[in-house]
C-alpha cells in the first residue's frame, strides 16, 4: 500500500491564482479529511468527508472548496490564492475499527502564496 | 468549543534522558491520540488512548480522564525523537490540535 499521497509537495503560486491540491488513498477509508498547519500551531481541520459524496466544513473552510467523487480521492481547491494561505496541507484518511480511530497523514504539501 | 493545551512549549535533551509531555484539554472526551512529527514534517500516530495506560518501547502514555489531562513519556531518548509532539482530541468528526512540544534530542 502507498498509504496517503499528495501532490505536489511544494508549489509557489501568486495572489488570485487557483489551484487544485490532491490527495489519494489507497486503504480503503471511508474517512479523509484537509488540515494546514501554520507555525507555531496545530493542525487545523479545514474540510472532511465521511463517504464518496459527502463533505462538510471544518474550522478554517474559508477560501477552499473540497469534492469526493470517489473513496480513493479528496482534491482540495484554492479558487483564488490569497497570501493568508500560505501553509502546510495535511491530508489524512483514517478507519474505526473496535471503537478506536486510527489516523493516517500524507507528507504534506507546502504552499507559498506571493 | 473544546480546547486543548500542550506543555512544555519547547524541551531540550540531551541523549539518554527522560522526558514527560503533558496535555490538558478543557472538557471530557472520549478519545485522544498522540502524534509525532519528525523533522521531515511527517506525522506519525503513536498512540489513541481514550484513558489508562499504553506503552510502546521507550514511549508510554497516560490519560486521566476524569482529570482532563494525559502525560506522554519518553525514556532514554534518541536523536531520532527529535520533532514535534501533538496531542489531538476528537470533536464530533474532527481532531483538534494542540500547538505541540517541540522536542530537541542532542548526542
Known amino acids: 500500500n502507498a498509504g496517503v499521497t499528495q501532490t505536489p509537495k511544494f508549489q509557489v503560486l501568486k495572489t488570485g491564482q487557483s489551484m487544485t491540491l490532491q490527495c489519494a488513498q489507497d486503504?480503503?477509508?471511508?474517512?479523509m479529511s484537509w488540515y494546514r498547519q501554520d507555525p507555531g500551531m496545530g493542525l487545523r481541520l479545514i474540510h472532511y468527508?465521511?463517504?464518496?459524496?459527502?463533505?462538510d466544513q471544518g474550522e478554517v473552510p474559508n477560501g477552499y472548496n473540497v469534492s469526493r467523487s470517489t473513496t480513493e480521492d479528496f482534491p482540495l481547491r484554492l479558487l483564488s490564492a490569497a497570501p493568508s494561505q500560505t501553509s502546510v496541507y495535511f491530508c489524512?484518511?483514517?478507519?474505526?475499527?473496535?471503537?478506536?480511530?486510527?489516523?493516517?497523514f500524507g507528507p504534506g504539501t507546502r504552499l507559498l502564496v506571493l | 468549543g473544546i480546547q486543548v493545551e500542550q506543555s512544555p512549549p519547547d524541551l531540550i535533551l540531551q541523549e539518554g534522558a527522560n522526558s514527560t509531555l503533558r496535555c490538558n484539554f478543557s472538557?471530557?472526551?472520549?478519545?485522544l491520540q498522540w502524534f509525532h512529527q519528525n523533522p521531515w514534517g511527517q506525522l506519525i500516530n503513536l498512540f489513541y488512548?481514550?484513558?489508562g495506560t499504553k506503552q510502546n518501547g521507550r514511549l508510554s502514555a497516560t490519560t486521566v480522564a476524569t482529570e482532563r489531562y494525559s502525560l506522554l513519556y519518553i525514556s532514554s531518548s534518541q536523536t531520532t525523537d527529535s520533532g514535534v509532539y501533538f496531542c489531538?482530541?476528537?470533536?464530533?468528526?474532527?481532531?483538534?490540535f494542540g500547538k505541540g512540544t517541540t522536542l530537541s534530542v542532542s548526542s
Open positions: 489524512a484518511s483514517s478507519y474505526w475499527d473496535t471503537g478506536r480511530e486510527t489516523q493516517y
Open positions: 486503504m480503503n477509508h471511508e474517512y
Open positions: 468527508s465521511v463517504g464518496a459524496g459527502i463533505t
Open positions: 472538557d471530557s472526551v472520549n478519545n
Open positions: 488512548i481514550p484513558s
Open positions: 489531538a482530541i476528537h470533536s464530533g468528526t474532527a481532531l483538534i
